[in-house]
Nanobody, 124 residues
Framework: QVQLVESGGGSVQAGGSLRLSCAAS????????MGWFRQFPGKEREVVAR????????YYADSVKGRFTISQDSAKNTLYLQMNSLKPDDTAMYYC?????????????????WGQGTQVTVSS
């Protein structure tokens, strides 16, 4: 059974950095695409970033462009999100997501697998 396990969340002051990790286990195949979502209280999850494993093609939400970097270690089936210049508005629960076969449904908000989430809190 596929499991996605996030780590690296926590509390940081505005302007600081955090690095989230997401380890995928139990999959027969390496991931086809992976992504990060976040959810604010009372809001729906929104995509933050996505990466296609084969091409390395990336997508970022406008709100994080230039501050966040998504990357993947395919050999380890591990996804990362480097978050720099964090703002209080980035405070949310962050979720890892993945598809292990095409099509990639991350940008549709309906990936095949989700992690359990990790909290990021940015104080001013």
């Amino acid at each position: 059974q596929v499991q996605l396990v996030e780590s690296g969340g926590g509390s940081v002051q505005a302007g600081g950095s955090l690095r989230l990790s997401c380890a995928a286990s139990g999959a027969t195949y390496r991931s086809y695409c992976m992504g990060w979502f976040r959810q604010f209280p009372g809001k729906e999850r929104e995509v933050v970033a996505r990466i296609l494993a084969g091409s390395g093609n990336t997508y970022y939400a406008d709100s994080v462009k230039g501050r966040f970097t998504i990357s993947q270690d395919s050999a380890k089936n591990t996804l990362y999100l480097q978050m720099n210049s964090l703002k209080p508005d980035d405070t949310a629960m962050y979720y890892c997501a993945a598809d292990f076969r095409p099509p990639c449904r991350v940008l549709l908000g309906t990936p095949g697998y989700w992690g359990q989430g990790t909290q990021v809190t940015v104080s001013s």
